[in-house]
C-alpha cells in the first residue's frame, strides 16, 4: 500500500481530554490547549486489547508480596509470547514485537537486558491542538464523603480513645474540564518504515491494507468507546483520510490547512483539497449532527458510515 495522510478530530465537551501534573488540560507556554498523541493512542490501545488483540504497552497488574505493582516491560513482553526476551534471538524479539498491535502501528522502544531494540513506527501523530476560540477551563469543587487525617481544617476535638485530636473536616478535592475544545490530530501511515524488516524476517508482510484497515476502525470511534469520569464528554467527531494515488507523494500537517468556524461548529475543508488535488483520495467521516463539513469529497456519517448527501 502506499503512505496515507490525515487528521483525527475529538470534540471535549465539559470533559478534560489530556490533563498536565497539575489537573490542568495541556497547554504551551503561550495558553494553547492541546493533547499529546499519547492521549490519543491510549484509547485505540484499549480498544485493540478489549477486542482481544495483543497489546505490549498497556498497564497489567500483578501481585507480588501482597503488594498490587504494574509489571515491567519484560514481565508483560514474557506474559504475551510465552518466553523471556533475555537469551533470545534479536531477530526472534523483533518477529514477535510485530505481532503486537500496537507496536505494528506505533512502533517500539525495547530496552532489556540482552536486547535493545527500536522500531518507528509506520504510523507517526502530531499534537492535536484546540481550534475552537472560546475555550473555558471551568474547576469544580468535590466534597469526598472521607475525612482526611492530615487536614488542618475544621474544628479540633479528643479521638475516642482520648490519646489525640483529630478534625471533623471532609476533604474538599477538584475536577478540571474545558466547556467546550476541538483537538484536532495530524496524521501519517509510512509502510515503507518496515521494508527492512520484511528481507529479514520469515513470513512478515510489512505494513499491510488489513493493518490500516484495522488502525481506521479505532480511528472512527475510540475516543467515543472510551468513558471514565474524565474522559465522558469526549469522542470522535471527524476524520479525515487520504491515500495517496503513488509512492511519491509527500504532504506536509494538514490540521494546519482546516479552517474552523467556533460560532458555527463548521469545518472548511477547501484549501486540504485544493493542496492535494489528485496526489490521493480523500474520505471525510464527521458527526452530522453537531458538525458541518464544507468538503467536495466522499462524505461518511461517522456513526453509520453511510455517506452523506451533498
Not at 526476551?85 to 505494528?104: E, H, P
Not at 505494513?207 to 472510551?226: G, I, M, R
Request: proline share 3%; aromatic share 12%; charged share 30%.
Amino acid at each position: 500500500m502506499n503512505r496515507v495522510y490525515g487528521v483525527i478530530g475529538i470534540k471535549s465537551k465539559m470533559a478534560n481530554w489530556n490533563a498536565d501534573f497539575t489537573g490542568r488540560p495541556k497547554s504551551t507556554s503561550n495558553g494553547d490547549i492541546f493533547g499529546s498523541d499519547k492521549a490519543l493512542k491510549y484509547p485505540m490501545k484499549k480498544m485493540w486489547e478489549e477486542n482481544g488483540k495483543d497489546i505490549l504497552y498497556m498497564k497489567k497488574l500483578i501481585k507480588i508480596n501482597d503488594k498490587i505493582v504494574p509489571m515491567t516491560l519484560a514481565e508483560k513482553y514474557k506474559d504475551l509470547v510465552q518466553e523471556e526476551a533475555k537469551g533470545t534471538a534479536t531477530i526472534n524479539v523483533i518477529k514477535n514485537l510485530f505481532s503486537f498491535t500496537d507496536v505494528k502501528n506505533f512502533g517500539a522502544t525495547f530496552a532489556e537486558e540482552g536486547q535493545n531494540i527500536s522500531i518507528t513506527g509506520a504510523i507517526q501523530f502530531g499534537q492535536g491542538f484546540n481550534k475552537f476560540d472560546d475555550t473555558n477551563v471551568e474547576i469544580q469543587d468535590i466534597l469526598s464523603p472521607f475525612r482526611n487525617p492530615k487536614d488542618k481544617t475544621g474544628k479540633e476535638f479528643l479521638s475516642a480513645n482520648g490519646e489525640g485530636k483529630v478534625r471533623d473536616q471532609s476533604t474538599l478535592g477538584t475536577k478540571i474540564i474545558v466547556d467546550e475544545a476541538h483537538y484536532f490530530y495530524s496524521f501519517s501511515i509510512n509502510p515503507k518504515n518496515y521494508d527492512g524488516y520484511v528481507e529479514m524476517i520469515d513470513e512478515f508482510n510489512g505494513y499491510t491494507q488489513e493493518d490500516y484497515q484495522e488502525f481506521k476502525k479505532v480511528a472512527l470511534v475510540s475516543a467515543t468507546a472510551y468513558s471514565t469520569n474524565s474522559k465522558f464528554g469526549c469522542e470522535n467527531e471527524f476524520a479525515l483520510f487520504v491515500e495517496c494515488n503513488d509512492k511519491e507523494c509527500y504532504l506536509p500537517d494538514l490540521s494546519d490547512y482546516i479552517k474552523f468556524d467556533s460560532e458555527k461548529r463548521e469545518i472548511n475543508l477547501s484549501d486540504i483539497e485544493k493542496l492535494i488535488g489528485d496526489k490521493g483520495t480523500i474520505e471525510v467521516y464527521s458527526n452530522p449532527f453537531k458538525l458541518s463539513v464544507i468538503t467536495t469529497s466522499t462524505h461518511k456519517n461517522i456513526f453509520t458510515k453511510e455517506v452523506i448527501a451533498k
